[in-house]
C-alpha cells in the first residue's frame, strides 16, 4: 500500500472533537455509506451523530486508519503526537492558525514546526484542511454538505480551496468524481504527492489541478512525468495572473502564487493543460474522462439553426481548432437526406425540416462523421423539463447514440447555456459514450485543450537557478560584449567618450550609423537615440545633443523582416522564464507575446514562434521575404545557455532584428550578479 493509502482509503475513521463540524464527519460518513468502523472521541460526550464515544484515543479499540482532527491549533498538535505515536494511517488536520499568512506569523511559522515535528512519519494533510471525499469507496472525511455521489469511476480533483472544493461538489454537469481533495497549508503532504497517490487508482482517468500556489517544482514534475507514463492527462486551473489574486492567494496559503508567466510556461513544459475558469476544468475534465486527447484539431459540427451555426463558427475561430470542408462522400450522402435547399458546410445547419425524423437525423449524422473529425459537434439546447417536452430533442440523441454505434466517430451534444443540458439528461448520454458538453464558450476550450495534448512531448527538467545577491544593471555596451561572447549577434560597435570620439568611431565604422547615449533607461523616450546618421557631423551634433558622458556609435541593420523581443527573467517561484514578444516600438502596443521555461528545446520555441500574431511577418506576408527562423532559434538558444551559466537575474533584447539571413540585437539590457567581472 501506498504512503497515503490508508489515509485516502480507510478501514477505520477517528473523528476527533466534539462541536459540530465533527458531527457532520460523522455523518457524512454514514449518508455516504462508509463499510468501516468510525469512533468518534471526545472526553465528555456520550454519542456522536448517533455513535457511541471514546473518551480518548487510548480508548479506542483500534489503531485508525485515518482520522479527521477537529480542535484548535494547540490541542491539535499534540492529538497528532499520539496518533502517530500509536501507528494511525494518517490525519486530515481542520485547524486553521498556522501558516496562512507568511509574513509576521511568527507564531504560526513556530506551531507548524510543532505540528510536522509531532506527525512524524504519519501523513497529516492541511492543517486549514476540509478533508477529502472519496466517491469509489464511499469514504467523507468531510466536515459539511457535499452534492456528490458515489461512481465506479471518474476524475480526480485536488484543490488548496475548501469552498471550491464545495463548490465542485455542487456542479450539475454530469462531471463523475472519484476524489475530491483538499491541500489545506501543504505543510507536509503537497497537492503534487496526493495527486501522485490518486492516478496511480486504475479507477480514476484523468485529475484536475486548482492550484493557487505551487511550493514544490520538482515534486509537480514528478507528477506530470507519471501521469504521462499512465496517460493519464492533468488539467489545471491556476489562480494568480492578477496583482489582486496574488494578494488573495498569500493571505490562504502558505506556497508561494508566482507569476502567471511562469506559472504558464512551467505547465505547457510539463504537458500540463491550463484552463481559464472553473467550468472549462469541469468541461475538460469531462471531454478527457470520456474520449481521452483527441486525435486532432480538426472537429465538425450539425445544428438546426444558421444561427448556432454561426455561434460556434466565432467560438472555433478564436481558438486553435479547425473545421475542414466536407468531402466529396459527405456532400453525396447529406444532399441524399437534406435534399438541394441545405447548404452543405461545416458547420452545418441541418435545417429543421427533418426535425423528429429519427431515421432522417441518423443518416445526417453518419453522413456527417469522418475519420477527418476528432471529434463532431451537435449543438442541442434542451427545453425546460418542468415546463415543456423534450420529446422531439431526445429523437436527436437518439440519432447520436445509432451514428455514434455505426460510424465509431466521437461525438458530443454541446447545450450552449450549460442550464440547456439538464443533469439527467448528462448521465443518460454519458451512459451512451456521448460526451455532453455544457456552455459554448467552455465547451470550446475544452474541446481545444483536449486536441493540443496530442502534440505534447516531454521535456527536460526546469531550470532553477540559485539567488543571485547584489544585482546591478550593465549598460548596453557591456550588455552587448557579454551576449556576443554567448553567441548573440551584435551590430559593429564602438563605444566613445566624447562627441568628438563618437564622431571619429563612426567613421571607422561606416554610414550610416545608429547613435545611443549610454545609461539612460527608456533612450528613445528621452531623445538618447539616434538612427540612420548618414556622416561624422551628424554623429557630433547629435551626440552634443544628448544627455550623456558616453556613447554607443554602431552599424544600422538594414532590410528587417520584423523585430522581436527576446527576455529572459529569473522567478523564484518557476526558475527562469523565457519570454519572446513582438518587439521595438510594438511590444507595448500589441501585448503579443509568449512564455516557456528554461531550458527549451529548438522546437518548442519553434512551435510556440508560431503562436504570435507577427509570425505572419516572420514567414513573409503577402510575398515580403521571410525572416531566418534558425538565426532567431540560435540567438534564443544563446541567451538560455548564457542565463543558465552565468550570474544573471535578467536579459532583455529589444529590438531583436530579424532579416533574410541575420537575427541581430540592436539593443539589450542585463541585470547580473555584483561581483561578476566585467
Not at 452545418?348 to 459537434?377: C, E, H, K, N, S
Not at 561606416?510 to 538618447?528: D, Q, R, S, Y
Not at 532590410?559 to 527576446?566: N, P, S
Request: charge should be negative.
Amino acid at each position: 500500500m501506498s504512503k497515503l493509502g490508508r489515509l485516502f482509503r480507510p478501514r477505520s475513521i477517528a473523528v476527533i472533537g466534539g462541536g459540530s463540524w465533527c458531527e457532520n464527519v460523522v455523518d457524512q460518513c454514514r449518508k455516504i455509506g462508509f463499510p468501516g468502523s468510525i469512533w468518534p472521541v471526545h472526553p465528555n460526550k456520550a454519542e456522536i451523530g448517533g455513535r457511541p464515544v471514546f473518551s480518548s484515543i487510548s480508548e479506542l479499540p483500534g489503531t485508525p486508519d485515518a482520522a479527521f482532527i477537529g480542535v484548535n491549533r494547540h490541542a491539535t498538535i499534540e492529538i497528532v503526537r499520539e496518533l502517530s505515536g500509536i501507528g494511525a494511517g494518517g490525519a486530515v488536520c481542520f485547524a486553521s492558525g498556522f501558516l496562512e499568512l507568511e509574513e509576521g506569523n511568527s507564531e504560526g511559522r513556530k506551531l507548524q514546526h510543532k505540528l510536522l515535528k509531532a506527525a512524524g512519519d504519519m501523513p497529516i494533510i492541511g492543517p486549514n484542511c476540509y478533508g477529502f471525499l472519496n466517491y469509489l469507496d464511499g469514504i467523507a472525511l468531510w466536515p459539511d454538505q457535499h452534492g456528490g455521489l458515489r461512481q465506479e469511476c471518474g476524475v480526480a480533483i485536488i484543490t488548496q480551496s475548501s469552498n471550491i472544493a464545495i463548490n465542485l461538489t455542487m456542479q450539475k454537469r454530469g462531471l463523475p468524481i472519484a476524489y475530491l481533495m483538499t491541500a489545506g497549508n501543504q505543510a507536509q503532504i503537497d497537492l503534487s504527492e496526493i495527486g501522485l497517490d490518486l492516478i496511480e487508482d486504475p479507477r480514476v482517468t484523468t485529475l484536475g489541478l486548482h492550484i493557487e500556489g505551487i511550493s514544490d517544482i520538482r515534486a509537480l514534475e514528478r507528477l506530470a512525468a507519471r501521469a504521462h507514463e499512465l496517460n493519464k492527462p492533468v488539467v489545471a486551473l491556476k489562480i494568480g495572473s492578477s496583482e489582486n489574486a496574488k494578494a488573495a492567494t498569500i493571505t490562504h496559503t502558505a506556497s508561494l502564487a508566482g507569476s502567471d508567466a511562469g506559472a504558464r510556461a512551467l505547465l505547457a513544459r510539463l504537458g500540463i493543460s491550463k484552463v481559464s475558469s472553473l467550468a472549462a476544468l469541469i468541461e475538460t475534465l469531462k471531454l478527457l474522462h470520456m474520449e481521452g486527447p483527441l486525435a486532432s484539431k480538426a472537429i465538425a459540427s450539425l445544428s438546426c439553426s444558421g444561427g448556432e451555426a454561426g455561434l460556434i463558427a466565432d467560438a472555433v475561430h478564436s481558438s486553435n481548432l479547425v473545421m475542414p470542408p466536407l468531402n466529396d462522400r459527405q456532400k453525396v450522402a447529406l444532399r441524399g437526406v437534406l435534399g438541394p435547399s441545405v447548404a452543405l458546410t461545416n458547420p452545418l445547419d441541418y435545417q429543421t425540416r427533418i426535425w423528429g425524423d429519427l431515421p432522417a437525423l441518423t443518416q445526417t449524422f453518419i453522413a456527417m462523421a469522418d475519420p477527418q473529425y476528432a471529434l463532431v459537434i451537435v449543438m442541442l439546447d434542451f427545453p425546460r423539463l418542468d415546463r415543456c417536452s423534450a420529446e422531439d430533442w431526445n429523437v436527436v440523441t437518439m440519432a447520436i447514440a445509432k451514428a455514434k454505434k455505426q460510424t465509431g466517430v466521437p461525438f458530443c451534444v454541446l447545450g450552449s447555456l450549460s442550464e440547456n443540458l439538464p443533469e439527467d439528461v448528462s448521465a443518460s448520454l454519458m451512459e451512451q459514450n456521448i460526451v455532453p458538453l455544457c456552455g459554448l464558450s467552455e465547451a470550446i476550450e475544452a474541446i481545444d485543450v483536449a486536441a493540443s495534448l496530442s502534440e505534447f512531448v516531454v521535456s527536460p527538467p526546469v531550470y532553477l537557478s540559485e539567488n543571485v545577491p547584489e544585482l546591478r544593471v550593465l549598460n548596453e555596451g557591456h550588455a552587448k560584449r557579454f551576449l556576443s561572447k554567448w553567441g548573440v549577434n551584435i551590430p559593429q560597435n564602438a563605444c566613445a567618450g566624447s562627441p568628438a570620439e563618437a564622431a571619429s568611431k563612426a567613421l571607422e565604422i561606416g554610414f550610416p550609423v545608429a547613435l545611443k547615449a549610454l545609461g539612460i533607461a527608456h533612450k528613445t523616450e528621452a531623445g538618447a537615440v539616434k538612427l540612420n546618421l548618414a556622416s561624422a557631423k551628424q554623429v557630433q551634433t547629435s551626440a552634443e545633443q544628448m544627455c550623456g558622458d558616453e556613447y554607443l556609435v554602431e552599424a544600422m541593420i538594414m532590410d528587417a523582416v520584423a523585430e522581436l523581443l527576446v527576455g529572459v527573467v529569473r522567478d523564484p517561484a518557476h526558475g527562469f522564464v523565457l519570454t519572446i514578444a513582438a518587439g521595438g516600438t510594438l511590444a507595448e502596443l500589441l501585448r503579443d507575446s509568449v512564455s516557456l521555461l528554461v531550458p527549451a528545446t529548438r522546437n518548442d520555441i519553434k512551435l510556440e514562434l508560431r503562436q504570435l500574431s507577427i509570425w505572419k511577418l516572420l514567414e513573409g506576408y503577402r510575398g515580403a521575404p521571410a525572416a531566418d527562423i534558425e538565426a532567431i532559434i540560435d540567438t534564443i538558444m544563446a541567451i538560455q545557455e548564457f542565463v543558465q551559466k552565468d550570474a544573471v537575474e535578467e536579459v532583455e533584447i529589444n529590438p531583436l532584428l530579424c532579416g533574410q539571413n541575420v537575427a541581430v540585437a540592436v539593443d539589450a539590457l542585463i541585470r547580473i550578479g555584483g561581483d561578476h567581472a566585467d
